[in-house]
């Protein structure tokens, strides 16, 4: 599927194929290919987003720019990011906005760029909204140093609102980072049924939604989610969305099985 998108994305001019074609990318390359393979082709397609972004009409310059963000976690280098947030480099036609800054900057939180810390501080007194804190939060997750603070912070949920926690939630689970990252696969299972029996049902689904190790697609994962299903006290809710994790990561396992090379 890779290789068809690779060599007839740019010459397709209709967003809403294109975004079909582009939009399963991200999907193909979090779960059905191995840790080579994802780093080969997120080059490839954060190479081939910058060539979409430059060529393509008005109109479709947002789907590349999403490309180019969402394969930026294993390109080899994100300069070209870096001289779009400071304006060295400009791109016709595409509305640079700010929400588009902090994306970037998300990006080189989770890469450990060497200059995103005074990239961070500079863009949150530029941006005081409160979207721009939620933006900031996600950035600061994002960041491989300080991972244990944070999933304290989504544990005990307190002193902060649901949007903000979920915002921050998002940054979490990098794939550029994930052999640094193990040990959330397993804390996980052993909070999730405290987070179920003791917050509330809308706080603990945002938990699930945002926490579920799916970063690991493995035997692992999948075995401590049955193991947790096969407790008899499970809140309904949470069981639901187990068998359902656990039904799409098998698929995930069949085709990663069947097509990885």
């Known amino acids: 599927y890779l290789k068809i998108v690779a060599e007839n994305a740019l010459g397709e001019n209709d967003l809403t194929i294109l975004e079909s074609y582009l939009g ?13 393979e994802y780093k080969k082709y997120s080059e490839q ?20 720019f999403s490309l180019i963000t969402l394969t ?14 400071n304006g060295k480099l400009v791109i016709k036609d595409l509305d640079f906005n700010q929400e588009k800054r902090w994306v970037i900057l998300i990006i080189l939180s989770a890469r450990g760029y060497k200059d995103a810390e ?19 939060f996600e950035a600061q997750v994002s960041r491989l140093n300080e991972k244990k603070k944070y999933w304290d912070i989504f544990v ?15 940054g979490f689970y990098w794939k550029c980072q994930k052999d640094k990252l193990a040990e959330y696969q397993e804390l996980f299972f052993k909070e999730i049924k405290n987070i179920f029996n003791k917050k509330d049902r809308q706080y ?11 970063l690991f697609v493995d035997k692992k ?21 187990l068998l ?18």
């Open 204 to 214: 603990a689904s945002t938990f699930f939604s945002g926490l579920y190790p799916r």
């Open 156 to 170: 005990k949920a307190e002193k902060h609102s649901l949007d903000y926690l979920r915002e921050g939630m998002a």
């Open 118 to 136: 005074r990239l961070l501080k500079s863009e949150e007194k530029r941006d005081k909204s409160d979207k721009g804190k939620k933006f900031l």
């Open 244 to 261: 359902q994790e656990a039904d799409e990561l098998e698929r995930n396992l069949r085709i990663l099985e069947k097509y990885s090379s």
């Open 72 to 85: 930026a976690g294993g390109a080899k280098s994100v300069e070209d990011l870096v001289s779009l947030l």
């Open 221 to 241: 994962t999948l075995d401590l989610t049955k193991k947790i299903l096969a407790e008899k006290d499970l809140p309904e809710i949470l069981r639901k969305e």
């Open 24 to 36: 399963r990318v991200s999907k193909v390359l979090g779960s059905y290919v191995s840790e080579e």
């Open 45 to 64: 397609f954060y190479n081939l987003g910058w060539e979409g972004l430059r060529k393509s009409p008005k109109e479709n310059k947002n789907i590349w």
